[in-house]
């Protein structure tokens, strides 16, 4: 199979795969400090849930590794602020503040270590949550697989793939393992506006792993499924509330509505870290309001007045009701 190297750990560095050129251009950036990862994630470089979450996790070892301090406590003060900086990237995917809480954990939980292998500890943290992220996405890809039959139609929304995971994906992970059991599967891919990471990113890894891909403007899915021609739909998720709604890139609750209406199939994929037992319902999750400019432009070409009023939600929220079945690595949930 195909192998989409989206980050990777490698002499004291992180090398993102830069998502801003794809599909035209696949160039990669070295990060050599926390400051820089922070900076991709903020100008999406790197994104996705599971990605931001990993791309973060390496943020703290690089920002651990930057640090001078005689005593353990001035080094965590130190990794504290490596890691308020971080957080404050992109407020919605949960992945991000659970990697950084799991990075502070580790800290706390090995004080007593001299402080270059506590700087060695964290890295190897980071590096475990990276190989967890691609282990617990061929296990959602196991258990979503299963609901996938032979030459299904299957539509999707936005990137959650290989591109925005430490690889395999989620979403796409399904499809993924749905074709290494032998079945064809054909992906109706939502070009996703205003960042079209479903016209840039999904296709281009769908054609990288060879499976049958369409691409269509947000706008044609409802009259596909008038004509019978979804069977499903699997979306990837940001971060899923404690009453099980869903908040995911923007486009999606309309997707769910219209699955809805046509008695089509919604799946969720997504690995648990994603949930957020914090937080009671969909509507209490930030929603990150981005740049006029990605809506009022492609690329530097300006597509409307200037200015225009524009608003650039990158999140909705569906809610729970509209949702078929969850698929995390344990298995499935409603
Ligand atoms: O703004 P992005 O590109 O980071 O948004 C990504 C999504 O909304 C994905 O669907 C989600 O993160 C799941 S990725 C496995």
New binding site residues.
């Given amino acids: 199979m195909y192998t989409i190297k989206t980050i990777e750990w490698k002499n004291d560095k992180v090398i993102l795969l830069d998502q801003r050129l794809l599909p035209q251009e696949e160039a990669y950036i070295t990060c050599d400090d926390y400051l820089s990862v922070a900076k991709a994630i903020e100008h999406?470089a790197v994104?996705?849930?599971?990605?931001?979450g990993v791309a973060a996790a390496m943020g703290v070892a690089l920002g651990a590794l930057g640090i001078s301090a005689k005593t353990f406590g001035d080094f965590y003060k130190k990794l504290e602020a490596v890691c308020e900086r971080l957080a404050k990237t992109?407020p919605t995917?949960v992945n991000l503040f659970w990697a950084l809480e799991r990075m502070k954990r580790v800290t706390l939980e090995n004080k007593s270590l001299e402080l270059l292998k506590l700087q060695e500890r964290l890295k190897e943290e980071a590096i475990r949550i990276f190989h967890e992220d691609i282990e617990i996405n061929r296990m959602i890809g196991k258990h979503g697989s299963a609901l996938l039959k032979d030459g299904m139609r299957v539509l999707t929304?936005?990137?959650?793939?290989a591109l925005?995971?430490a690889g395999f994906?989620?979403?796409l992970g399904v499809i993924y393992a749905a074709q290494e059991e032998g079945k064809r599967i054909h992906v109706y891919a939502d070009e996703t506006r205003p960042?079209l990471?479903g016209a840039r990113l999904t296709t281009w890894e769908l054609q990288k792993h060879g499976v049958e891909t369409t691409l269509i403007c947000d706008n044609m899915a409802a009259s596909l499924m008038a004509k019978k021609e979804i069977d499903c739909v699997i979306?990837?998720?940001?971060r899923i509330a404690a009453n099980g709604d869903v908040v995911?890139?923007i486009g999606?609750y309309s997707v769910a509505v219209l699955a809805k209406h046509h008695n089509i199939p919604f799946y969720v994929?997504?690995p648990t870290s994603?949930m957020d037992p914090n937080i009671k319902t969909g509507a209490d999750i930030p929603i990150?309001e981005r740049d006029a400019r990605e809506v009022t432009h492609i690329r530097d070409q300006q597509i409307a007045p200037t200015h225009i009023h524009v608003i650039n939600p990158?999140?909705d929220c569906t809610p729970h009701e509209l949702i078929t079945a969850i698929i995390t690595e344990k298995g499935l949930s409603k």
């Fill in positions: 999406m994104r996705g849930a599971p990605a931001i992109r995917a929304h936005c990137n959650a793939g925005a995971t994906g989620t979403a960042w990471q979306v990837g998720a940001d995911n890139k999606t994929a997504a994603t990150e990158a999140f």
